[in-house]
C-alpha cells in the first residue's frame, strides 16, 4: 500500500497534514486530515477548494472518532458452534468462507451465492464493481445492491421514454427550478441538473441572488422549501397527481416548447389525453394544495428559460415511483429543458468512457432485460437483480435458491423491506458473511464478519459525483494511514475470494492479476479503465476544475429519426390507475380511513441511514429516529414531545418517540429509515430508535417495473403508548 506523502508541514513536528475527501457519504467533500503519530487528530474542509470552497457537513467531520473507536471491528470474525464469535486472521475467515462457497455453488449451483453491497459500500469506488466482477467469474446473477430498494426508477425510466443524449439542463445557470421531495441542505443529494450537495446553501443563495425561481414540492417545509418562491406541501403519497396536474395546465394553455416537441416527441397529442383528466380542481382536491398555486408553479416553471424538474429518494420509495419519474422527465421535455448543440455539459464525466453528446435522442427501450427473478414476473435491470426479492429468494425452496450471501456495506435487517421477513431469511441462509467496521444488526446473524478498512486506509475517486459535479471537476485520493488492524479493503474479500475458488475478476479493464496482489490504484484503473480522463491523470488532478475540457453538445446526426414517447401504454394505463384511486393508499389496496396517518421518510443532518449513532458528537444530536408530527396532531391525541407511540401499517407496528415539528403537515408523520436493531418489539427504541422497513410488505403495491416496495407514505394509524412525564 502506498501511503500519501504529508502535503503540508505544520508547528507540530510530529503532525503531518495531508489532503483527501470524505467517503461517509457520496457527496465526496474534500478534506484536510491532521495526523499525529499514526491517529487522525483533526479533519476540516479545504477552504481553498474552487468546487467546495470549504464546505463539509456534521458527519463528516467525526471521521477521527471512527476511525479510532474502541467498538470498531479491526479483525475478522467467525461464528462459534455455541452462537458466539471468536477473533481469526482474516486469511483463515477467507478460507473458511471460500470452502462453504465452493460447497454451495457444488451443490446449488452458482445462482445460489448472492452479495449485497449497501450504501456504505457505495462509498468505496472499487466496492461495486469488485462484487459485480466476483459475479461475472463465479457466473452468478445473483448480485444485488441498495440502488434497487432505493431510486431504481432513475435507472429504468429514461430509458422509456427515450433520452436526450446531450442530457437535460444544468443548474449553474437555471432560472427556474421544481425540486420533488429532495433537500440536499441535509441529505447532500441532488439530482443531475438539480441543486447538488456540495457547498449547497450558498449555491442555493448565488442561484436565488441572479434570480432563478425555485419551486419545492414537499409534505415537508424543508430547509430548501423555507427558501421556495413557491411550496406545493403536498399530500404524501399524490407526487404523480400533481406532476399530471402540472402538465396538463403546460400542455392546455400551451406553454411547452412547441418547436422543440413538434421535432422530438412523437406523440404530445396522447400525453394530453393521458393528463387531462388531472384537472387543476381535481388535481387541488386530492394533493390537498390550493390550485391558483399549482396553476402559478405551473406557469412559472414553462416561464423560465433554463431548468430542470427532478426529484428525490421520498417520492422514489412513495407509490407509483416509475411513473412520478416519468412525469418529471415529461416536464423537462416538453419544455425543452435539454442541452442544445454548442451547449457545455456541467460535470465533466471524467471516470467513464467518453461517449457522443450530441443534441439528438436515443430511441425508447426497456432497460428491464436481466435474469428473471422468482418473483412477482419481475426481472433483473441494469446487471443488478432487485433486492426487494432477495428474502424470498432466500427462504422459497426450488430452484435458484439464494443459499449464501455476502453483505458488503450495508445492513439488510434494518434497511431492507419488511423486517420480519428479511430476519427470517438471514437466519434461513447457509452461509452469511458481512463486511462491517461495526457489529450492526445484520452481522448479529452471521457466520463470519470481515474487517474492512475504513476510507482514510484505502485510495479512492469520487466516482458517483463524477456525474454531478457542477463543474468539470477532478479529485483523487491516496490512503493517508497505515491500517488500523487485520482489515481489507472490500474489493480484496472479493478478489481473495476469487483467488480460493479459482475464479476469474473481471473488471472492464480485464482480470484482476493472480499471480501478484494489486494495489487499491491497479484496481482503481481496471475498475475505471478507458475513462473519459485516464485515472493515471485524475491521479495528478487532485481538486481541480477543467474548464477547458468542458464536454460541448454537438450537432444530431442528421440520420437520426429518433423521438421521446411521453405517453407509452404501460404510462397511460398507470395514470388511469391512479386517477381512479381515490388516495394514494389505494395503490396498497387498503382502506385509507383506518390509517390515517401517512408516514414519510426522511434524512436528519446528523445520520446516514444505520451509521452513525456509534459517534458521540452524531449520537448526542439524538439517539431515535423521532416521529416527527405537526402539534396539532399531536394534541388532537394528547401527545407532547418525548412520548412513545405505537406506529400501525397493515403490515406490522412500530414503537416511536415523537417530537413536534411545525414543519410537518398535519395528517403526516416524518421519519428517518434504517434506525434500529434486530428486535421486533423495539425495547430499546430511545437508544437506537425502530426501522420503519418493518411496516411494509414486498408485495402490497410494488413498482411493476422494478419491484420498488412502498416505503414512504405508508398508511398507519397510531396510539400512544406511554407519556414521557407521567
Ligand atoms: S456531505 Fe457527505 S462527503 Fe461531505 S462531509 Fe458530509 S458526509 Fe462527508
Not at 69 to 78: E, F, G, T, V, Y
Request: aromatic residues 6%; contains cysteine; proline residues 6%.
Amino acid at each position: 500500500m502506498s501511503i500519501d506523502e504529508a502535503i503540508m508541514p505544520t508547528s507540530d513536528s510530529a503532525t503531518s497534514t495531508h489532503l483527501s475527501f470524505c467517503r461517509v457519504c457520496h457527496a465526496s467533500c474534500p478534506m484536510e486530515v491532521d495526523v499525529t503519530l499514526g491517529r487522525v487528530t483533526a479533519v476540516r474542509g479545504v477552504a481553498d477548494d474552487p468546487l467546495f470552497a470549504g464546505y463539509t457537513c456534521i458527519k463528516g467531520r467525526q471521521i477521527p472518532e471512527q476511525m479510532s473507536h474502541p467498538a470498531r471491528i479491526r479483525q475478522s470474525l467467525r461464528r462459534r458452534a455455541d452462537g458466539t464469535f471468536e477473533e481469526v486472521s482474516s486469511a483463515d475467515a477467507l478460507d473458511g468462507i471460500a470452502a462453504e462457497l465452493r460447497r454451495i455453488i457444488d451443490t446449488y449451483g452458482p445462482r445460489a451465492v448472492a452479495s449485497y453491497t449497501g450504501t456504505g459500500g457505495y462509498q468505496n469506488s472499487v466496492a461495486v464493481p469488485a462484487a459485480r466482477a466476483f459475479h461475472d467469474g463465479i457466473k452468478s446473477s445473483s448480485f444485488y445492491t441498495s440502488v434497487t430498494i432505493d431510486q431504481p426508477a432513475k435507472s429504468v425510466a429514461p430509458f422509456r421514454t427515450g433520452i436526450w443524449e446531450a442530457g437535460y439542463h444544468n443548474f449553474r445557470d437555471a432560472d427556474v427550478l421544481i425540486a420533488v421531495g429532495y433537500n440536499p441542505m441535509v441529505s447532500s443529494y441532488g439530482p443531475v441538473g438539480g441543486l447538488q450537495g456540495t457547498d449547497p446553501f450558498v449555491k442555493l443563495r448565488e442561484a436565488k441572488a441572479r434570480g432563478m425561481k425555485l419551486i419545492v414540492i414537499d409534505p415537508r417545509r424543508t430547509e430548501l422549501a423555507s427558501r421556495a418562491d413557491i411550496h406545493l406541501a403536498v399530500k404524501p403519497g399524490e407526487d404523480p397527481t400533481l406532476l399530471a396536474g402540472l402538465i396538463n395546465i403546460i400542455l392546455d394553455e400551451g406553454l411547452f416548447d412547441h418547436e422543440f416537441c413538434d421535432q422530438w416527441v412523437s406523440d404530445l397529442d396522447a400525453l394530453g389525453k393521458s393528463v387531462a383528466p388531472f384537472t387543476t380542481d381535481y388535481v387541488a382536491q386530492r394533493c390537498d394544495v390550493p390550485a391558483d398555486q399549482i396553476i402559478a408553479a405551473a406557469r412559472m416553471f414553462a416561464a423560465g428559460t433554463k431548468g430542470t424538474c427532478g426529484t428525490g429518494t421520498g417520492p422514489n420509495m412513495a407509490p407509483h415511483p416509475s411513473l412520478t419519474e416519468h412525469l418529471g422527465i415529461v416536464l423537462n421535455t416538453i419544455c425543452g429543458r435539454v442541452n442544445r448543440e454548442g451547449d457545455l455539459l456541467e460535470s465533466g464525466l471524467f471516470l467513464y468512457p467518453e461517449t457522443p453528446k450530441r443534441a439528438q435522442v436515443i430511441a425508447p427501450r426497456s432497460a428491464v432485460t436481466g435474469a428473471p427473478a422468482r418473483f412477482r414476473n419481475l426481472r433483473g435491470y441494469r446487471g443488478e437483480m432487485p433486492t426487494a426479492t432477495l428474502s424470498e429468494e432466500i427462504i422459497t425452496p426450488g430452484e435458484g435458491r439464494v443459499r449464501a450471501l455476502i453483505v458488503s456495506g450495508g445492513n439488510p435487517v434494518v434497511a431492507w423491506p419488511d423486517q420480519e421477513l428479511t430476519i427470517r431469511a438471514m437466519n434461513d441462509l447457509e452461509l452469511l458473511v458481512v463486511v462491517d467496521h461495526r457489529m450492526s444488526a445484520t452481522a448479529e446473524f452471521a457466520d463470519y464478519v470481515i474487517a474492512p478498512t475504513l476510507a482514510l486506509e484505502r485510495a479512492d475517486v469520487p466516482h458517483l459525483m463524477d456525474r454531478w459535479f457542477a463543474a468539470p471537476y477532478t479529485n483523487y485520493t491516496d490512503a493517508i494511514l497505515e491500517r488500523d488492524g487485520d482489515v481489507l479493503n472490500e474489493w480484496e474479500v472479493f478478489w481473495e475470494l476469487s483467488q480460493r475458488l479459482g475464479s476469474t475478476l473481471p473488471f472492464p479493464g480485464g482480470d484482476a492479476p493472480t499471480d501478484t496482489r494489486p494495489t487499491d490504484h491497479d484496481i482503481i484503473e481496471l475498475a475505471y479503465a478507458n475513462s473519459r480522463m485516464p485515472i493515471s491523470e485524475v491521479r495528478n488532478n487532485r481538486r481541480k476544475i477543467h474548464p477547458e475540457k468542458a464536454m460541448v453538445v454537438t450537432a444530431a446526426d442528421p440520420s437520426c429519426t429518433a423521438k421521446f414517447t411521453m405517453a407509452p401504454d404501460d404510462i397511460v394505463e398507470e395514470l388511469a390507475v391512479v386517477r381512479n384511486e381515490s388516495d394514494g393508499a389505494d395503490a396498497l389496496g387498503i382502506d385509507g380511513t383506518r390509517f390515517p396517518f401517512r408516514l414519510v421518510s426522511r434524512r436528519l443532518k446528523h445520520r446516514l441511514n444505520s451509521l452513525g449513532n456509534e459517534l458521540s458528537v452524531l449520537a448526542a444530536k439524538g439517539s431515535t429516529n423521532p416521529a416527527y408530527m405537526n402539534p396539532s396532531d399531536m394534541a388532537a391525541y394528547d401527545i407532547a414531545d418525548g412520548d412513545l407511540i405505537e406506529i400501525t401499517s397493515p403490515r406490522a407496528s412500530v414503537h416511536a418517540v415523537v417530537e413536534s415539528a411545525p414543519d410537518v403537515r398535519t395528517g403526516v408523520i416524518s421519519m428517518a429509515h434504517s434506525w434500529g436493531g434486530s428486535s421486533l418489539t423495539d425495547e430499546k427504541v430511545r437508544d437506537i430508535g425502530t426501522p420503519t422497513s418493518r411496516l411494509v410488505s414486498v408485495d402490497q403495491g410494488f413498482d411493476p417495473l422494478t419491484g420498488m416496495v412502498v416505503q414512504s407514505a405508508i398508511p398507519v394509524a397510531i396510539k400512544l403508548l406511554e407519556k414521557l412525564n407521567a
